[in-house]
């Protein structure tokens, strides 16, 4: 197997996963495989932006998945270079990798651990849970289930169990594992016509951690192997966590008894994180790469990326890489302009954002344009002001006269009135992504 076959297969499963296909195409399409030695594959690509997302986003995915393709551990090397394809060598064909155990080939990612997981009100109950349970395997909240929206640490907080309990209990066997290749796995040794190495390998589990469960949904057979599995882990008191992102009773088409059982334990929800949270992790970020950031700029992009973490980490990155590629520092103003393209830009408008905001609090135009001051209705209000502020290039003058010929300063104040309660308020927070969610895919 050559390294561009090694890369082709490894984008192709990369490419399921990822929940951003515009992310894969603007930085990882044209990576350009360069080496392997049999420890370290080595890729290219022609910007350090590209390298700094990479390595941010993708890199511990794409390290598992070639881990498991070259039946050994294998870490990602990037290199940056203006042709990328000149820098390739030549290198004998690797040799196609035996049989490996699920656990070898899917091990803990050490990266991800609890002490350099950002905890705020968004996350702390589920982080706090996921610590005693890394302390007390199999003995309490079995199972965890942690649930949330993609982007908000529930991968991070899974590895951070398993590295705890692989610092303090050495002997036990961990396997984390991906509910895609927990199928492939299955259906894999379902066609070799050997299931016992499949139950060999998750039923001896003292700790099985199984990612993003919501894609099991309509796959009944490996349901029912899943079944049998939980049920025999569960009652030899071996520790199992799992992530979704949703929680288990509105997995509708996962198998009653499955979801019921999902329910035994522990289920724990992970929120947007607070302004503050949002703060700090673009803090500890930027103090990783020793690089020095005014509080200014952390809080514009806090402000700015409210739903995502990855998306606030992606932000921040691309105006470091920015500021190395132009040799300039960084400021509020250089962050303004960095960040443009980021932002949001499909077609919005007044209108839209008008409808949706009346749609999601129950109440008409006429209550959102009108002069009524009772809370049922400034508050929606004041939102659809802010979301306009935010997701169009209107100026203040021309959103007030979308809302009634009102002055120009009363939409100012009203947007900044929401600014500075999302900085703390995590239900209103909610409501705002959900709305923004809406407008987005309609």
């Known amino acids: 197997m050559d390294i561009e076959l090694i890369w082709d297969n490894s984008m192709n499963s990369l490419k399921k ?8 195409n603007l930085y990882l399409k044209d990576a350009v495989p ?21 390595e941010s986003r993708y890199k511990p995915q794409i390290e598992q998945i070639l881990t498991n393709l070259l039946g050994s551990d294998t870490s990602l090397n990037i290199l940056v270079s203006q042709n990328p394809a000149e820098l390739k060598k030549e290198i004998p064909s690797v040799r196609e990798p035996e049989h490996t155990s699920v656990h070898n080939s899917y091990d803990i990612n050490p990266k991800y651990t609890f002490e350099n997981f950002i905890i705020g009100a968004s996350n702390e109950y589920a982080t706090a849970a996921a610590i005693r349970a890394a302390e007390k395997p199999g003995n309490i909240y079995n199972p965890l289930f942690l649930y949330g929206d993609s982007g908000l640490g529930k991968t991070h907080l899974m590895h951070a169990i398993g590295n705890r309990i692989k610092k303090y209990f050495p002997d036990k066997k961990i396997v984390y594992v991906t509910s895609e290749k927990f199928m492939n796995d299955f259906i894999e040794n379902v066609l070799k016509k050997t299931p016992k190495n499949f139950r060999e390998i998750y039923r001896s589990a003292d700790v099985l951690l199984i990612d993003d469960i919501q894609f099991l949904e309509k796959k009944e057979s490996t349901q029912e192997e899943l079944f049998h599995t939980f049920n025999e882990l569960y009652y030899m008191n071996k520790q199992m966590v799992i992530t979704s992102d949703r929680k288990p009773k509105d997995l509708i088409t996962l198998e009653e008894r499955l979801k019921n059982r999902f329910e035994w334990g522990l289920t724990i929800d992970i929120t947007v994180p607070s302004f503050e949270t949002r703060v700090a992790i673009l803090k500890n970020k930027a103090e990783l790469r020793g690089v020095k950031i005014d509080k200014e700029v952390f809080e514009y992009i806090a402000d700015c990326f409210q739903s995502n973490v990855r998306e606030l980490e992606g932000a921040l990155l691309k105006v470091i890489s920015y500021s190395q590629i132009k040799d300039k520092e960084i400021n509020l103003p250089f962050a303004e302009e960095c960040l443009k393209s980021f932002m949001y830009s499909g077609k919005v408008n007044v209108e839209k954002i008008i409808e949706k905001v009346c749609s999601y609090y129950e109440i008409t135009k006429e209550d959102i344009i009108g002069k009524n001051k009772t809370k049922n209705f400034t508050l929606p209000r004041q939102v659809a002001m802010y979301l306009c502020n935010m997701m169009t290039e209107l100026n203040y003058g021309a959103i007030a006269k979308s809302f009634g010929n009102r002055d120009r300063t009363t939409i100012l104040h009203n947007v900044e009135k929401i600014k500075a309660i999302i900085k703390t308020d995590t239900v209103l927070n909610a409501d705002i992504e959900c709305i923004i969610k809406d407008i987005k895919n309609s």
């Open 17 to 24: 996963s990822v929940s951003s296909q515009v992310g894969y």
């Open 34 to 54: 360069v080496s392997f030695d049999g420890k370290t594959f080595t890729v290219a690509v022609s910007m350090i932006i590209n390298k700094n997302m990479i």
